[in-house]
DNA sequence: AAAATAGTGTCTTTCAGACAGTATTTG
DNA sequence: CAAATACTGTCTGAAAGACACTATTTT
């Protein structure tokens, strides 16, 4: 192929004369909403522990937002794909190498960062409790793993003339051992005759940096939605779990009880079943299962 | 607020002396997937005419891919979103303003644009045929609407020790009045113990600029998935439609015919009755429908 | 009447919700 | 035996698949 364009020149030659403009550019950062589980503590040890959704965050220890608790992230570079550097990040902040990585939405907002013009590609992670245990070599001191919920608080609906807009405010709670943040993200659905927008804003936060509460809520109805038609949760599992502890995960992801037989017929198809069993559990020892690799 | 950081400046100091460092930073470009729907020619004005779906791309006019064919997009300035640009886009090259617009992806890859490093946030956008007629006033005199079909070519499984990886591939076809495009996309799903990573590849290209094909590929996945599951192809509608139209188009997009009586009891609740019907059709008239604004 | 599309009725199958019942282990 | 969890059986009702049937218009 040896078209020429306007000036005469190939596209070989083009690109040996191509100078960047110089017009301003953005800085691009990879951040990472890494979720977990793991089991709260329980009353006796005869009952079953709960289980938790957690998320990594890291006290920002420079301005801006001093102090606050940030995702883990760090700006992309020019030899590497938004998705590397999140793998890269995962790296660097829990030594975890091989896990589910989604990516979740690029936010672009201006002013979203005060230094400077910053657009942040946001990445989900999910990683198991046998693999979080590598956590403890991590450069970042301030570092933590919160405990989130994620509820509908209030719901609104108000007519325009020809449609309506939908309002959802949730309540984004972050618990670790010695901070607790609370921030309320708004849903707006505006529905026209011929769109439907959806927009979030941060409506109020205590204690989170950046959009980050925006992200944590996206990904969080992210998960909702997969774990309802993937085995995307099954990502949070050990190598081999029951199918209460199974159960107990989606409930946690959901914010809602299951019915057992129900949830055990829905699944039986994402896992493969073991010879192995709990033992000294204080009751009826549970059959153990795996990650379904087939199919 | 006045926290100091390690030189003891305060948030607002910190900003007022903050100076971007010199670092690399990516241009971003906002491309998109402008997707409508429309008659194909009749056989006979007493047959009902065939819908197809379709895809705008503009004819580059400079290299790099000097006389290839491109999603229409174009690079995100510092004072707008990338949503913004996205809409200011389609604004320019369609004159739509009140569109369906949904953030997709952003592509990262090393090397994608062989000028220099350019990010892509690719959007879908969806426009009925009433508003197309408007498209006339464009700059780009280049630009053509391309019929889109999307179809599963070849799957392979392959196991690996501990997992498998899927291949999957499709084939794009664009086909305009005076240009047929193909281009061959790979999906690879590779499933080990805790990851599961999908990787989207352009196998063959003929005729398409950049990874666009991986952009409209993903596109046409993600119309089709949510086509199930919520009232997205309504804005692929006009005003006022048959629910026999509707179903065509779920046709076209899913690449798949349904049964009519179960697809009217599936549709039931997206759309509002109207006391129009269709006239002078050649046979018996049909019930018209608008999108259902409440609920 | 023929051609064409519009629209409905209903049987079957599949699957989720609901709940009760049985089974197994430890203290 | 009590406490605790593990696991199964089955009824019901909602929704999707399949297919046949009726209805209405134009030529």
Redesign the pocket.
Known sequence: MDLLDRDGLTEREFLERYQPGDYERPSVAADMVIFTVTDAEAD?Y???PEKELRVLLIRRGGHPFLGKWALPGGFVRPDETTEQAAARELREETGVEDVYLEQLYTFSDVGRDPRTWVMSCSYMALINSDQVKLQAGDDAADAAWFKVTYRLMRESKELTGDGYIKTLQYELKLISEDAELTAVVEKTITVKPSSTATAYAVVSNDGLAFDHAKMIALAIERLRGKVNYTDIALHLMPGLF???ELQQVYEVILDKEL????F???VADLVTETDHY?E????????LFRRKMEE
């Open positions: 006796s005869r009952k079953l029951t199918l209460t019915l057992k037989a129900a055990r017929r829905k709990t000294n559990a204080g009751h009826r020892p549970s059959r």
